[in-house]
Every structure is written in C-alpha cells, then in structure tokens.
C-alpha cells in the first residue's frame, strides 16, 4: 500500500469499527532517549492508536508550546538527528501509519526530492509542517505526491472560507485543524465552537478532518469526536508523561489506552 | 493598487504558521492602504519631526577622518529621541495597529533599543505592550530594562537557548500566534514574514532619504562609500536602499564576527556564506548546521547577536550591489573607545562595527557611515571588556 491508502485506510477501519475518531499520538522522535521513544511508539500501537505523528527535534520549533519545545532540545543535546528518527518511524511504521512532523529548514537543507525519498525509504505515510502554508507548500506538494505520500495541511480558526476551499481541495491524507489560536500545550477546556471550526474544514475537502492542538484529556478527545472529528490528535499530554517518572512507557500507555477508550464505541 | 515585495530574488516568503496568515494578509492590505493615505503620512511625519526630533543631522566627524586618513561623514540616528534608528519603525507600526484597531503590541529586542522605542510609541499612542527579552540580554542591557517598565511595557523574561535575541523573536511570534485577534507584532528589524523586511525598510528608509540630500548638499557629492552595522539589517537597508540606483556609490554591510568568523563564534551569515535556509518566517541567509538546525550567534552586542539576516540583504548581497564584511567583537570595541575620545559621541558597539571598518579599510573619497545608536546602553559591557 501506499502512504496515501494507508493514512485512507487506517481512518476507514477506525469508522468501519464504529469508533467515534481515530486516535493519532504525537511523540517527539529521540525523547526522553532514542530506546525509550521507539519502546514509546510500539506502545502507541498496542494502546490503540490509529497513526502515529511523529516529531522530529528542532532548534525554533515556532508552532509549538514549551513542553513539545524543551522536549526536541533535550532530544538535539543528547545528537538526535533526522535519520535516527526516521528509524523509529521505520519500526512503528510495521505496525501503524507513520506521519512525520517536521519544520520547514529542515527540509530545505535536505533539498525536498531527498527529503521525500528518505521519508518514503523509512515507510512514512504523510508529512506535516507547520510553517509551510499554502503559498509555499507546491513544490513540497510535487515530492509527495510523485511518491503517493500524503503532505497534510493545517487549518485554524483564523483562516478564511475562501482560503480553506484552496487548502481543502489541496489536502491529501487529511486536514490537521488547528482547535485554537495558539501553540501546541495543553488547556483546560476545548474552544467553543470547535463544532463550527470542524464542519468548515469538513465542507472543504474530501480527506477526513483530524482536530489537534490544546486536547490534553480523554473528555476533550470525545468532545472533539463529537464535534465532528475524524481523527484526534493528542500531543503534549504525551509528551510531558514521556518525561516524568521511572516508567514512562507504562504511563504514556495507559494514557493512549484511556484515549482509545475515550474514542470507543459508545455503550 | 499599489503593491509591496514578498520576495527578493528567492529570497524572504512567507514561513509561518496558518493561524498567521491572515494576519499578515491583514497587515499588508492595511500598510498599503496607509502609505496612500496623506492623513496618515502628516501623522507619521508630525511625529518623526515633533517627537523624534527628525531630520537627524549629518555631522562631518573631522579628528576621526583624520585619523582614518579619508573624510568620514556620521548620520546621526543616536541623536533620535530614544537614541538609536529603532524608533523609525516602532512608531510607524504602532501607528498602524492603531489604524487596524489593535490594542495589544508585541515586541522583542536584543540590545533593548528596540524595546525602549517600542514602549515609547505604545505610550505616546495608549497602547498595550509586551516585550520579551532573552535573560542574558536583559543582565547585558539593564538599563533599557528599567526604561521599558518606566514606559509601561512588560518585559517578558525569555530563558530558552542562549537567552538572547533568536529566543525573543520566537517566543515574540508564538504570543502572536495564541493573541493575533488582539494584537499587532512590532517586529524590529527587516526580518520575518512577508510584508515585515519591505514594511520596516520603508519605515527605515527615512535615514538614506534624508543622508543621500544632506550629503550632497554638505559635501557637493554622492559619497564613496555608504557603511552600516547588520544585525537583522534595518538601519544598513534604511540607508542603503536610496542610494541603490547611484550605481558608483559602493554599500558596505558590516556583520558582527564576534571572536572571529573562523571561530565559529559570530553573528555573520552574510559574510560566512553557507546554504541559505528559513528562520522566523523568511528565507535568508542564516547561521545553520547540516541538519538544519539554527545555530546560536555570538557578538559582544546584543542587537548583532542574531543566526539571520533579512531576506533583502542575502539578494543584495548575491545580486553583487552590496558588500558584506565583519569586524571582530575587540576591534568594535576598540572603534567605540577611539570615537568617544576623538569625537566626544559614545556610540553604540553596534554602530562601532561600522566605524571600525570604515576607518580601518581606507582609502577613501568620502565615507557616509551611518551612527545607528547611541552607546549610553552599552557601558557597564564595554568597561568591563576594555578592563577599566
């Protein structure tokens, strides 16, 4: 299968199931070590996820939070780099689709044919970047598309309904939309209107709409589901949990395997 | 309708986050139906005139260009109210969120000076104002932390990374990001997402404006040479950008090389070369590893301690119609110390990059060597390097 049917088929089989979103962790390649966090994202697949968005450490990681921050600089002090994440991806990809969050320089410094070629060589399905926006995502969108990888759009609250619709219909995978103005973190209630914010994406495109950003409970992930999501995507809870404790993968699982359950067919 | 550049050659773009862009979108249409509109040009112009104290003079710093060995002529911007170019733009840009119904600004500095102006304009028009500052910055340039809170800004302590300006832009863009209904960003140099780098240029373009007329009426003549400090690079594009189409004067863009380029230790992206790549929403030249990853600058000054450079400046630079070059953190200091004892100005140690260059690259028929900023800021740093 290619990324795109993976990412396709993973939404597919969590509907056929009659579960309410798919269930998309995110965790920060190499955190709080490069063995920790593969043992983290098996357990991710064994707890319920659907896909697994994965984060590659950055220097100035612009649209992300302190937690998510401090984590890819502990990461990138202990000489975590790209192709060590991409080997995580690679193992987690075996059992789950693997979508790869990374920034824009990150790239460029590659050139983007080599950056998409080591993306599909480590089986990834999709590609995220949050300072990519429409204007400067074509060529990038050419890569991915010549390889059948998905190179998923953000949306927000901010953006406008006609520049959706071109957002919407470029699409692939799905539509990451964003639930606040804001940096990925964890908040204590969802946004109102989060309903409204997803049925906009929804009337844009044909992709299944994934709602991240600021979900840190299980009741926010149903809440989000009940909003009309697709996909859930759950960050920096995670991410704190793989820093605290003697045992993280125990209690990043239970937290996965709460989500799940929160995202569970009802009754 | 009037339009406004979003790349320079490949350089500059867009490289931030969706729930950005329509607010830079908002930005661009705002600035261009402003500098349209003569009510606001009288406004801008009042206050550069009644409040800032414009034009600045030309001043000829005659036992310097004895000492150099060729005529050296100083635009004076320390003379502005606030004491360096920075002013140029923040009260521009306050004026226009103030156009946009925005209540909140946003700001980051490095020296400070950027900081103070910002504070000063929010004051003077009863806006709100943040500031972030990187810790190592604020413990170099206390007194401008103590000038901020007297304006009434908040100054918001940034510890990530080496705490200095790469940190404060940042954590400036992700308030930004949470508050961009409330808020405007006042960002300080030429850097940034399209339309800041042609937005603060044309805020900054008042300094060669006025130099390029003073010049030719004081010395009869175009100068040999036009010199600024680049740190993010507004007050060297301010007073570039006239001379541009004067095809025989040269531009001389001078970078902090801090301990020396070889070093590693420096803030000269432009000078050092290497690939090009994205920081803080542009494409530019910046100061990266292998992987991408932003590395951190050195400079014994805090407003040329910065990884990047605006986009203007990497097509300036490639296009051949500027020249870039870096002085050593000791011989700025150096510069900073023989122009206060020669001519009675303490000048920043920003602006000491520009005039340890000109005096030590002669010869020349006629240097405009643009005094950026006031060095009162800079004391407690440089006694403590020049061992006194």
Same mark, same amino acid.
């Given at each position: 299968m290619t990324g795109l049917e993976r990412i396709a088929a993973a939404f597919e089989s969590a509907r056929a199931d009659g579960r309410r979103a798919a269930l998309m962790p995110y965790m920060m390649g190499g955190f709080p070590d490069l063995e920790i966090s593969l043992e983290i994202g098996l357990e991710y697949a064994r707890g319920g996820a659907d896909l697994v968005e994965l984060g590659v450490p950055f220097s100035d990681p612009l649209a992300d939070g302190p937690v998510i921050h401090a984590a890819g600089t502990t990461a990138l002090r202990a000489g975590v780099r790209l192709p060590d994440v991409l080997e995580l991806g690679r193992a987690i990809a075996e059992h789950v689709p693997v979508i790869v969050m990374c920034y824009a320089n990150q790239i460029l410094v590659r050139g983007l044919e080599r950056f998409a070629d080591a993306l599909l060589d480590a089986g990834?399905?999709?590609?995220?970047?949050?300072?990519? =926006?429409?204007? !400067?995502?074509?060529?990038?969108?050419?890569?991915?598309?010549?390889?059948?990888?998905?190179?998923? =759009?953000?949306?927000?609250?901010?953006?406008?309904?006609?520049?959706?619709?071109?957002i919407g219909a470029q699409a692939r995978g799905f539509i990451?939309?964003?639930?606040?103005?804001?940096?990925?973190?964890?908040?204590?209630?969802?946004?109102?209107?989060?309903? @409204?914010? /997803?049925?906009?994406?929804?009337?844009?495109?044909?992709? =299944?709409?994934? /709602?991240?950003?600021?979900?840190?409970?299980? #009741?926010?992930?149903?809440?989000?589901?009940?909003? @009309?999501?697709?996909?859930?995507?759950?960050?920096?809870?995670?991410?704190?949990?793989?820093?605290? @404790?003697?045992? =993280?993968?125990?209690?990043?699982?239970?937290?996965?395997?709460?989500?799940?359950g929160s995202l569970a067919v009802a009754g | 309708m009037s339009t406004i550049e979003h790349r320079f050659g490949p350089y500059g773009g867009q490289y931030v986050p969706e729930t950005l862009m329509p607010a830079l979108a908002e930005l661009e249409a705002a600035w261009l139906s402003a500098r349209d509109d003569p009510a606001f040009?009288? !406004?801008? *112009?009042?206050l550069l005139r009644d409040f800032v104290g414009r034009p600045s003079p030309l001043y000829q710093a005659q036992r310097l260009s004895e000492a150099a060995g060729h005529p050296i002529y100083f635009k004076r911007e320390d003379l502005n109210h606030t004491g360096a170019h920075k002013i140029n733009n923040a009260i521009g840009q306050a004026l226009l969120a103030k156009r946009m119904g925005k209540r909140r600004i946003i700001a980051e500095t490095g020296a400070g000076q950027h900081g103070v102006a910002t504070a000063t304009a929010c004051a003077l028009l009863d806006l709100e104002c943040a500031v972030y500052m990187g810790t190592e910055d604020m413990r170099r340039q206390k007194p401008n932390v103590e000038r901020m809170g007297l304006l009434g800004a908040s100054v918001e302590p940034v510890e990530a990374g080496a705490r200095t300006l790469k940190e404060a832009?940042?954590?400036?863009?992700?308030?930004?990001?949470? *508050? /961009?209904?409330?808020?405007?960003?006042?960002?300080?140099?030429?850097?940034? #997402?399209?339309?800041?780098?042609?937005?603060?240029?044309?805020?900054?373009?008042?300094?060669?404006? !006025?130099?390029?007329?003073?010049?030719?009426?004081?010395?009869?003549?175009?100068p040999e040479r036009v010199i600024a400090c680049v740190g993010g690079g507004s007050n060297s594009i301010?007073?570039?950008?006239?001379? /541009?189409?004067?095809? !025989?004067?040269?531009?001389?863009?001078?970078?902090?090389?801090?301990?020396?380029?070889?070093?590693?230790?420096?803030?000269?992206p432009l000078t050092a070369g290497g690939l090009p790549g994205v920081l803080h929403g542009a494409y530019s030249a910046i100061m990266q590893d292998e992987d991408g990853q932003i590395l951190e600058a050195h400079s014994i000054s805090a407003g040329l301690d910065y990884p990047g450079t605006g986009p203007e400046h990497a097509w300036l630079r490639d296009s051949g119609r500027a020249r870039y070059v870096a002085i050593t953190d000791r011989e700025a200091l150096d510069a900073f110390a023989t122009c206060a004892r020669l001519e009675g100005i303490i000048?920043?140690?920003?602006?000491?990059?520009?005039?340890?260059?000109?005096?030590? *690259?002669?010869?020349?028929?006629?240097?405009?060597v643009c005094l950026s900023g006031r060095g009162d800021k800079d004391l407690a740093e440089a006694l403590d390097h020049l061992g006194r």
């Open positions: 990834a399905s999709g590609l995220i970047v949050p300072d990519l =926006p429409l204007e !400067e995502a074509p060529a990038m969108l050419r890569a991915c598309e010549e390889r059948a990888l998905a190179l998923v =759009p953000l949306v927000a609250p901010t953006t406008p309904d006609a520049r959706l619709a071109v990451y939309t964003v639930s606040l103005t804001g940096t990925t973190g964890e908040r204590s209630g969802m946004q109102d209107g989060l309903a @409204g914010v /997803v049925a906009r994406a929804a009337a844009c495109t044909d992709v =299944p709409v994934a /709602v991240g950003f600021g979900i840190s409970t299980p #009741p926010q992930a149903a809440a989000a589901a009940a909003a @009309g999501a697709d996909g859930v995507i759950v960050g920096t809870r995670l991410v704190r949990a793989a820093g605290e @404790g003697d045992a =993280p993968v125990a209690s990043v699982g239970a937290l996965v395997r709460e989500f799940a | 040009g009288a !406004e801008l *112009n009042g832009v940042s954590a400036a863009i992700r308030d930004w990001v949470t *508050n /961009v209904e409330t808020s405007h960003y006042v960002i300080g140099s030429c850097v940034g #997402p399209a339309p800041y780098p042609a937005l603060v240029r044309e805020l900054q373009r008042v300094i060669g404006d !006025e130099a390029r007329a003073q010049i030719l009426k004081q010395a009869g003549r175009l301010g007073v570039f950008v006239p001379f /541009v189409d004067d095809r !025989e004067v040269q531009l001389v863009g001078v970078e902090a090389a801090g301990d020396g380029i070889e070093t590693g230790r420096h803030g000269a000048p920043a140690l920003e602006s000491s990059h520009a005039i340890a260059w000109a005096m030590a *690259n002669g010869p020349s028929q006629l240097d405009l």
